[in-house]
């Protein structure tokens, strides 16, 4: 024994809630034997316990151990019961989530991160087949779908865009979703309706996730992206309860932030300033959700008065694809987040995100590239956590996650050491 005997049966006792005479019983010896195993070694009444007793012990305290946990999820059941919409395994909204269950969530998603890195293979998902059905433009959603599907093992259909698809012949989306839930174990959906994603869940009984519905939500972003905010966090030392975090861009259109301020609003305390121009503010809806949870929710159109302090900057692209009336081709100059403003406004421990594609148009004045030397900037470690995030989505959907840590192979290739030639010293480094 490694341990000294004392420690042992004192360990068991504490593990199996137990007193010395229950114990005793319950190993089956005399009190008395079991007082003299308990002395410390150098004592004259100290007796060694016999290695049968041992073993006994042992097989006792690993048995508990094993009921407690099946105690433990027969309560609280696996994840992909706790965050179903309507009793199916879902991802339509973030609303599925709390607390608890988000932050085990990401636990799922840092097993996946020898995967996603490249220095491990799995196969768990083999033989399952994803349909990734894009009805609007996109590049690193769908593309980030497919590889998290691809590197558990599992493999990929796609379609992109409504004009090669038979919605263009006036097929429903009912119809379209049962056919395709004949041919796939999983779909992701991107359409440019809001409400249409759970159109197409309420056809099938397979997972479907929330790939983006028009202005409404984007779930598996918000996970991305509060992922990179609690793991960039970690690295600076800092919590997530009582921060401050700053939206900026089209707060009225942009489904991303919509789905990430409901979700930071399961933390305690925080401060959020949501800087749009006008017209283009936060819905009231989403603002009132998050202002019963007792945050501190302050609007302004201006970044000079809604960023100082920020521990997060949160920019957006203007959704012009979405707009009927409004007249807006881009940001005002002063609007751009820039390194001037975040030099001008922040500490050096900010952290910068956006959910990307960057309008790099010329008048779009969308996050600025002169911050891409700057290692506050985050939005390429946002990126890449995408993987580890979509990979733990469908391993929860699919019922796999508890498979995965014994699955896992070296990989057999050589991958580069770091994969953007301009990544900060500490990208890929938790
Ligand atoms: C966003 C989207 O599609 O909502 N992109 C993405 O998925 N990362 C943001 C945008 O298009 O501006």
Not at 65 to 92: F, M, V
Not at 230 to 256: C, M, N, P, Q, W
Not at 261 to 283: A, V
């Amino acid at each position: 024994m490694s341990v000294s005997q004392q420690v042992f049966l004192r360990d068991a006792m504490r593990r199996l809630n137990l007193t010395r005479d229950v114990f005793a019983g319950r190993i089956g010896v005399k009190r008395r034997a079991l007082d003299t195993w308990l002395l410390p070694e150098g004592s004259q009444e100290y007796r060694a316990m016999p290695e049968v007793v041992n073993r006994f012990v042992t097989e006792i305290v690993e048995n508990e151990g094993l009921l407690q946990k099946y105690a433990q999820s027969a309560q609280t059941g696996p994840l992909r019961n706790r965050i179903a919409a309507e009793g199916k395994p879902q991802l339509l909204s973030v609303d599925q989530f709390t607390r608890e269950s988000v932050e085990e969530f990401f636990r799922i998603a840092d097993q996946m991160q020898p995967i996603a890195r490249r220095q491990k293979v799995s196969r768990v998902l083999e033989g399952a087949v994803l349909g990734n059905l894009f009805f609007e433009a996109s590049t690193r959603t769908r593309v980030s779908f497919g590889a998290a599907f691809c590197r558990l093992g599992g493999s990929v259909c796609d379609t992109t865009g409504f004009t090669f698809s038979s919605m263009a012949k006036g097929e429903s989306i009912y119809d379209t979703s049962r056919v395709m839930s004949g041919y796939v174990d999983a779909m992701v959906i991107r359409h440019p309706e809001k409400g249409s994603v759970a159109e197409f869940a309420r056809a099938t009984n397979i997972p479907v996730v929330n790939g983006g519905d028009g202005p409404g939500e984007h779930p598996s972003q918000a996970l991305l992206d509060l992922y990179t905010i609690l793991t960039e966090f970690s690295r600076l030392g800092k919590l997530l309860d009582g921060a401050h975090i700053a939206l900026v861009g089209d707060l009225k259109y942009g489904r991303t932030v919509h789905s990430l301020l409901k979700l930071l609003s399961l933390y305690r305390g925080l401060k959020f300033t949501l800087i749009s121009p006008r017209g283009l503010e936060m819905p009231d809806y989403i603002q009132d959700q998050v202002s019963t949870r007792g945050h501190v929710i302050e609007q302004t159109n201006s970044l000079e008065k809604g960023l100082p302090g920020a521990d997060v900057i949160y920019a957006t692209r203007v959704q012009k694809e979405r707009f009927a009336s409004e007249e807006i081709e881009g940001y005002t100059p002063d609007f751009q987040v820039n390194k001037a403003i975040v030099d001008q406004c922040c500490g050096p421990d900010v952290i910068v995100m956006h959910p990307l594609p960057r309008d790099s148009r010329e008048g779009a004045n969308d996050l600025s590239v002169d911050l891409n030397h700057d290692p506050r900037l985050a939005i390429f470690r946002q990126t890449d956590n995408g993987i580890p995030v979509r990979m733990a989505i469908f391993a929860v959907l699919l019922g796999v996650e508890g498979l995965v840590q014994h699955s896992l192979r070296d990989v057999t290739w050589s991958p580069p050491t770091h994969i953007g030639p301009d990544d900060s010293v500490f990208h890929g480094i938790d």
